[in-house]
């Protein structure tokens, strides 16, 4: 009885960490330092004007505010296009692209 006790409490103690793990591995922006969700009227305006430039049609899931490690921030949008796809994409807050969103 003791054995399946201790057993028990080790793969318990071991499902925690994998699952951790897990969680951290696929959450993790390597460069995010900080991750906030807003909202369209949220943004700077060239910010705006870019996505809806780029994307008219664009049904958008999500917004994030993300602040890098070295100060900089991104607003980084998750959305699906006009044919479907779902995508993600960066903007700095000049309304420029940043590196595009894995």
């Given at each position: 009885m003791r054995r399946h006790l201790i057993a028990m409490v080790v793969l318990l103690a071991?499902?925690?960490?994998?699952?951790?793990?897990?969680?951290?591995?696929w959450h993790k922006d390597s460069d995010a330092e900080k991750l906030e969700r807003t909202s369209m009227t949220a943004l700077p305006q060239p910010v705006q004007d870019s996505f809806k430039?780029?994307?008219?049609?664009?049904?958008?899931?999500s917004i994030a505010r993300e602040t890098e490690k070295d100060g900089a921030i991104h607003y980084e949008f998750k959305f699906t296009d006009q044919s479907g796809r779902k995508q993600e994409v960066?903007?700095?807050?000049?309304?420029?692209r940043a590196h595009e969103a894995k």
């Open positions: 071991g499902m925690s960490v994998g699952c951790q793990q897990w969680n951290d591995m430039r780029d994307f008219p049609n664009a049904k958008v899931e960066e903007y700095n807050g000049d309304g420029t």
